[in-house]
């Protein structure tokens, strides 16, 4: 299958890189340590047993797995796709008979594929280290089906974002501003729950959640019994809206490509 | 057979344009001034099954376009073309499988993985059989002498075995038509040469149909039977290499070396009078003992002309030149056919 065989060259030229990734993985490690002295600090600083309904170690299970969900989805994609089409790569795709939404999805796949097995060693160590909740059974295998979906909407915004290079001389103003939204409305950052009212109901509506929140709320088994399905609905609902929207750029993007010449 | 059908093809860019300075850049972010530049304008070509054609003209003439075009990565404005009965910017991914496309200064291999992975790459995406494959790679590395490097990584590679590699990734899946835009460019005499031989090979043993655009005069005279140049978007010429060059043979540069420096340009121009009025001959230069006519061979004989100058001057030495392909395409680009 060409998209397999697009994934295994991806992944291969990723690991020519190997000291890159090591790095990465190192700094994993240091954020999460970072992240746990944060939040113990913070909860006996304020002696507090819970904070929005989080205890300490249910905050400190959350951030370790955002921060691993950070790592694990190499989150500038849109760069890569940027010079795809910037620097002419993307006119020698095009004499190809392959798609380029589905080509530039497997080369995503296969350069993050390493990171999934350093994420997974992070993980590990995590639950020795700062004995985080982990999660088992049916719950441990929704949540990975939940984590598959977040990737597809992470390549999907990435996609987005990185159309705009078809009109725009450089994609930085808006990759930093979708980027904050991300930041501040996914939970990746602080649970939605520690949010005023307005600004909750704001990332209710917004897709941003249905990356980082609704996943590790699964995680943390905050979200039980059939509500789990409603959130993977979410995650599902908002997957197809932004395929779709990332599929109109493109077409569109594609035409202004090739009516200009790359 | 036609392969290839061009019928009025017409392609316009708009280009942003703004005049230097703070004020056009202020004004420039609110409206922008646009300018419309035909990169095509009315081709018409017939390519048929198994030519192997030159397509030639100056920087920006529109060679990079057509290719596009044919590609199926670039829109016409207005005009009909069709590759092997495919219309290719309508059905790219169907055309995309007929044609091999080499961009001389764009990669197709794959920056950090030896060579032979983009092959095996380029196997799945074209589907290309077990046997076809390994057939295919086994001849081509022998014919490029490539064998050696397929294990390399593309970046540890010189330029001249990189392009032999590009050459060989292009035809893998045994396109029908093979479009190649300036393919040897930056490469040394040897690796050129063995570029050249390859695609001689495979346009005469297997029947392919290869369109090449080039800067290089040796890849049309060695390669192409027919040349279509392009200028400013039209065609101007499009017919045999060999028809072209007879137009302009007649033209012969003689050049002599006399023992007395300083004859005067006027001399000279006294001297052959009746001829340089009659345009049988031109004077082109006199620099100290060296003196350059033009003559026209239609018009008057050259051993004659020589004849005559040998008893008029105090000739030491003479030669007689034919002009090089080199020179033909010069006077074409700056004057017209």
């Avoid at chain 2, 093809?9 to 609110?30: C, N, P, V």
């Avoid at chain 2, 005069?217 to 017919?239: A, P, Q, S, T, W």
Wanted: contains cysteine.
């Amino acid at each position: 299958m060409k998209y397999a065989k697009l994934i295994k060259i991806a992944f291969l030229s990723d690991i020519e890189y190997r000291i890159y990734n090591i790095l990465l993985f190192l700094l994993t490690l240091l954020q999460m340590f970072i992240l746990v002295m944060l939040w113990s600090a913070i909860f006996s600083w304020n002696n507090v047993e819970t904070i929005a309904g989080f205890t300490l170690s249910e905050m400190i299970t959350y951030a370790i797995v955002a921060v691993l969900i950070t790592q694990l989805w190499e989150n500038d994609y849109e760069y890569n796709l940027e010079d795809f089409i910037k620097e002419g790569e993307l006119t020698t795709i095009l004499t190809r008979p392959i798609d380029f939404f589905f080509y530039a999805f497997s080369n995503y796949l296969g350069e993050n594929l390493s990171v999934i097995i350093y994420s997974f060693i992070a993980w590990i160590i995590a639950i020795f280290a700062f004995s985080i909740h982990v999660p088992i059974g049916i719950t441990l295998l929704l949540f990975t089906f939940s984590l598959l979906i977040s990737f597809f909407l992470m390549f999907t915004i990435s996609m987005i974002i990185g159309c705009f290079a078809f009109w725009a001389e450089d994609i930085h103003g808006v990759s930093e501003t979708i980027r904050i939204l991300i930041l501040l409305f996914s939970g990746s950052f602080i649970p939605l729950s520690f949010f005023p009212e307005g600004l909750r109901i704001i990332a209710n509506i917004l897709p941003f959640q249905a990356m980082y929140s609704l996943p590790i709320l699964i995680y943390l088994e905050k979200i039980t019994g059939t509500d789990i399905f409603i959130a993977i609905f979410i995650q599902i609902f908002w997957a197809i809206v932004l395929y779709l929207v990332a599929r109109l750029f493109l077409k569109q993007g594609l035409k202004r490509f090739t009516s200009l010449g790359g | 057979m036609a392969i290839i059908e061009i019928k009025d093809l017409y392609k316009e860019y708009e280009i942003y344009e703004r005049e230097g300075g703070l004020k056009a850049a202020i004004t420039s972010l609110f409206a922008r001034k646009t300018k419309k530049v035909k990169a095509l304008n009315g081709i018409n070509i017939t390519v048929n099954e198994g030519e192997f054609v030159g397509l030639i003209g100056p920087n920006g003439a529109g060679k990079s376009t057509l290719i596009k075009i044919l590609s199926g990565i670039l829109f016409p404005t207005s005009g009909e073309v069709k590759v092997n009965g495919i219309i290719p910017y309508e059905q790219r991914e169907k055309n995309a499988i007929n044609i091999g496309v080499m961009f001389g200064q764009r990669s197709n291999l794959w920056w950090d993985l030896p060579v032979i992975d983009t092959f095996e790459l380029l196997k799945e995406i074209y589907e290309i059989p077990d046997s076809e494959y390994e057939k295919n790679v086994k001849e081509f590395s022998k014919l490029l002498a490539i064998d050696k490097y397929l294990k390399t990584p593309v970046r540890k590679l010189s330029l001249g075995e990189r392009m032999r590699c590009e050459v060989a990734a292009c035809l893998l899946h045994n396109p029908k038509i093979v479009l190649l835009d300036e393919p040897t460019i930056g490469l040394d005499v040897v690796a050129k040469q063995r570029i050249r031989e390859f695609f001689k090979m495979i346009n005469k043993k297997r029947k392919v149909t290869i369109i090449l655009t080039t800067h290089d005069m040796g890849d049309v005279e060695k390669l192409c039977k027919r040349i279509i140049i392009i200028d400013k978007g039209n065609k101007v010429y499009d017919g045999e290499l060999e028809r072209l060059m007879k137009r302009f043979r007649k033209l012969k540069t003689v050049t002599f070396r006399v023992s007395d420096p300083n004859i005067s340009k006027s001399k000279l121009e006294s001297l052959f009078n009746e001829k340089i009025k009659n345009q049988k001959i031109k004077l082109l230069s006199k620099e100290k003992e060296e003196i350059k006519f033009e003559v026209n061979s239609e018009k008057v004989n050259t051993s004659e002309f020589v004849k005559e100058t040998l008893s008029k001057l105090p000739v030491v030495d003479f030669k007689i030149d034919e002009p090089e392909i080199e020179e033909v395409i010069r006077k074409i680009y700056k004057k017209g056919i």
